[in-house]
């Protein structure tokens, strides 16, 4: 799934004959030229430059990509959210669910997760939680009771902070653990009980406070995190005596750009931080392939999930009996061609992984 976003703020030169500063400011506000030929099934985006050789002939390049479903700038969060509603509800039939947002800084992350503060803003996190208690309220009826809880991480240089935690900025050191069953815990961080939906708005500004002050200690450090947001669930009926417990991971990944232009060349903490992320993308693209080869019937293949955090800590969500969707957020401007055909091309890698058959983790009474 592609999301172009609309978020440009064109820049226009009030002299006559622009400076060369004008004209690079101008270079930098053109966009992109983007195209969405099927108007039927909204699946194609198509990219096209055109560009001078040194010879002075006129070069055009065009580069088609196919996804399960592509949104164009105009689209809303809700139209955004139809796609994953779905899958994002599945959780309350106990699988275990991850969705991700994947794209350049500025590209609009945070923007689809989390969203703005007004009711058509509201991102993918609000909206999932929301429909996840609607469901669970209507399984009543069946006999399903549901308890649900709320954890809030964020993976910074390959170490874990609790973006729900008390006091001053996060300074414990917390480990991942796996259990037999498949659960996946984290030692030592906050984990919320939530009885409503409307709950997780303040869990998210408290998330925000908190990335403010880890923002002044380092540079625009949230675009140079991941965050993850887990709702866990767990049901039991009483009519059936059947239980249930599935989660919903809602990834905000790191910005995607190369080194480059992020100018981390000259700067030892800003290097440190593009190769933490440089690694643990590719670490996640890596897992997704391997499990799609395994998916392949290729067997006991060994899946690198140790060789970052990100994919350590979602392991038990990305294995067989989950659910994964990828959100693609692109930036519109010319100027950022390169890294949109840079982010296209590992969003095609991602999505010609079959990951194999999810598995509802329900128990029946023994
Ligand atoms: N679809 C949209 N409609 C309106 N505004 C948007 C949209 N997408 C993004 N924006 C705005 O564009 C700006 C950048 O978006 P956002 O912060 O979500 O990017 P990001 O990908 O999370 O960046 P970073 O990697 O730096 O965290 C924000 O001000 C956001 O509100
Ligand atoms: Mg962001």
Redesign the pocket.
Known sequence: MVKS???TGGSSSKLASPTPEDEEKLREAAKAEITYPDKMDHKEIVLRSSSESATGQERKDEWAFNFDRVFE?NSTQSEVFEEISQLAQSCTDGYNVCVF?Y??????????MEG?STESNAGMIPRAVEQVFRVSDELKSKGWIYKMEGQFLEIYNETINDLLGKGEFDKKKHEIKHDKSGRTTVTDVNIIPLTSANQVRSLLALAQSRRTVASTLMN?R??RSHSVFTLRILGENAMTGESCEGSLNLV?L??SERLEKSGAGNDKDRLKETQSINKSLSALGDVIAALGEKGEGKGDKHIPYRNSKLTYLLQNSLSGNSKTLMVL?LSPLAYHLNESLCSLRFATKVNNTTIGTAKKQIKNPS
């Open positions: 976003t609309s978020s700038p947002a794209g350049q800084t500025g590209s609009g992350k945070s923007f689809t703005g625009e949230s675009s905000d790191a910005g957020n």
